[in-house]
């Protein structure tokens, strides 16, 4: 057979040298078209038409008093110089360097320009009722947004970013263009969970499907924040295009790390894809950890509550948190060390502070009816990080704080100094206001924003700092995206009123990005 088809082979290349060079052009041409146009059909597959959740609440969540008004007019303007700079200075590229006034990205979007600020900035210009800007970025998406690039991009980013921004501003304003790219985009990652586990990888080419992890994580292993934080995102792709591939994925490696051992009940950050084994005993509720607990709680409150083989996992995870990791400083500051090999390192992330927030979420449904203890530990968590904001010169938090000693909510090293326009400490002060109206979370939020419009505001629009210790701050030149997508978002919301997204109807993935609730 090998013998006859190696022959056949032969003989076509013969026919085709008999051929001039225009003929063989013209014959290139035509299989490529076909190829075109097979792509083009594959592409425009209609979805099905589903019936739309229940959209409460897209409203102007205006707020009466004139003092909350101003504020959140504020807050609105902040938006429009970052969205107006990136426009003028980055326009296409991930994100902008305000300094230099020009595009800039990082490895977890691929060398390509793929947009990244306008996808993620769209829900917020549409709740900020920024409608010419937020038509100006679908434009962007319909005529130049493509995901058939030879890139190697980040799974998880490319997920609560990309897909979660798509998703959101379909459900805002209807139009379909974002859920067409959102699904499209799905499709180009489905080969990073082509692995032994099904545990997929951190990176995926979003050509050639060929996937890899970090080469800094432990024992080649994928990282539990990230392939832990899929499940809302896929569960709206499925529903929306009637697929159970994208359910499928998510539930699979929901199943598998159900059957695993958790040393002291805790979840390691690094799972080995190849092996299923847990690589590093690190477990951290902050960085490398973070959203994979956030995800169980949303996965149950996206279900309307249905899903409670995750509430189980999620009590089942804060337990042992709050068993091993959370603690009391001698100063009376709770906070969430890390855990390390054995032993609780007692240093806390502003990754880690998003906690306070999701603690105050899913008090209401807790196990013993602790909702009274979890809202408490929400605000206590809250305090703290509020603390690590007001005990610096800049009144802007640090990346890390230690409770060591005589140390209190304090940065040590210089490298943990710096302030990147991070979200979490006012996402969880959006969340306590939600469910306490106490008023000092407005003040912190106010006290944080005109840090932020002091501090890192720039003429050519917004800059993470390096030293929040230092009266004279140097820039680090980024406006990352998530400064558009969350934390405007949440300081917004925060001057809001509650019937603008209420939480019964809508759950936040963990780039700020509202998703409706399936009921
Ligand atoms: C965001 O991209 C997301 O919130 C993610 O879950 C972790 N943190 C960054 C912003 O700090």
Redesign the pocket.
């Given at each position: 057979k090998i013998r006859a088809d190696h022959e056949k082979a032969l003989e076509e290349a013969k026919e085709k040298l008999k051929k001039s060079r225009d003929e063989i052009q013209a014959e290139i041409q035509t299989e490529k078209n076909k190829v075109v146009q097979e792509l083009k059909k594959k592409d425009s597959k209609p979805l099905p038409l589903v019936p739309l959740p229940n959209l409460i609440g897209i409203n102007s969540g205006e707020p009466s008093d004139p003092d909350i008004r101003e504020k959140r007019n504020k807050i609105k303007e902040m938006m429009k110089h970052a969205w107006d700079n990136y426009r003028q200075y980055g326009w296409g590229h991930n994100e902008l360097k305000p300094i230099a006034r020009k595009g800039h990205s990082t490895n977890i979007f691929g060398n390509s320009q793929m947009g990244a600020t306008i996808v993620d900035a769209l829900d917020t210009l549409y709740i900020m009722g920024l409608h010419d800007e937020f038509r100006e970025g679908q434009e962007w998406i319909d005529k130049n947004l493509d995901f058939s690039v030879n890139s190697e991009v980040s799974v998880f980013?490319v997920n609560?970013?990309f897909i979660g921004g798509l998703l959101a501003a379909y459900y805002l304003s209807g139009q379909e263009v974002f859920k067409i790219k959102a699904v499209q985009l799905a499709g180009k990652l489905l080969p990073a969970f082509n692995t032994p586990t099904g545990i997929p990888w951190a990176m995926v080419n979003l050509k050639s499907g060929v996937g890899r992890n970090w080469g800094w994580a432990s024992a080649g292993s994928s990282i539990l924040?990230e392939f832990g934080?899929l499940h809302m995102e896929f569960v709206h792709l499925s529903y929306l295009t009637g697929d159970p591939v994208y359910y499928n994925k998510v539930m699979h490696i929901r199943k598998l790390l159900q059957k695993m051992d958790r040393p002291n009940g805790l979840y390691p950050n690094y799972l080995n894809p190849r092996t299923g084994r847990w690589g590093q005993h690190h477990t951290s509720v902050g960085g490398l950890g973070?959203?994979f607990y956030e995800y169980l709680l949303k996965a149950w409150l996206m279900s309307d509550k249905m899903d409670t083989e995750a509430r189980k996992m999620y009590d089942d995870a804060i337990e042992a948190i709050e068993k091993h990791l959370i603690r009391k400083s001698n100063g009376g500051l709770t906070f969430i060390g890390e855990w390390k090999n054995g032993h609780l390192e007692r240093k806390m992330g502003?990754?880690t502070c998003?906690a306070g927030g999701m603690f105050a979420l899913g008090a209401d449904g807790s196990r013993d009816d602790k909702a009274g203890h979890y809202l408490q530990l929400g605000a206590e968590i809250a305090h703290t990080c509020h603390e690590s904001y007001d005990r610096t010169t800049l009144k802007l938090g640090p990346e890390a704080f230690k409770f060591d000693g005589g140390i209190e909510a304090v940065a040590v090293r210089q490298n943990e100094k710096y302030y990147i326009l991070?979200?979490?400490v006012i996402e969880t002060y959006w969340y306590m206001w939600r469910f306490t109206h106490d008023p000092k979370y407005r003040q912190w939020g106010w006290e944080a924003t005109q840090a932020i419009d002091k501090y890192c505001r720039v003429s050519g629009g917004f800059s993470g700092v390096k030293d929040v210790y230092s009266s004279s701050p140097t820039y680090d030149d980024v406006q990352?995206s998530?400064f558009l997508a969350?934390t405007l978002k949440y300081l917004y919301l925060l001057f809001s009123n509650d019937d603008l997204l209420p939480l019964d109807n809508w759950v936040f993935n963990?780039?700020?990005h509202p998703l409706p609730v399936l009921h």
């Open positions: 980013e609560i970013r924040a934080t973070d959203s502003h990754l998003f991070r979200p979490e990352q998530f969350e963990t780039e700020a």
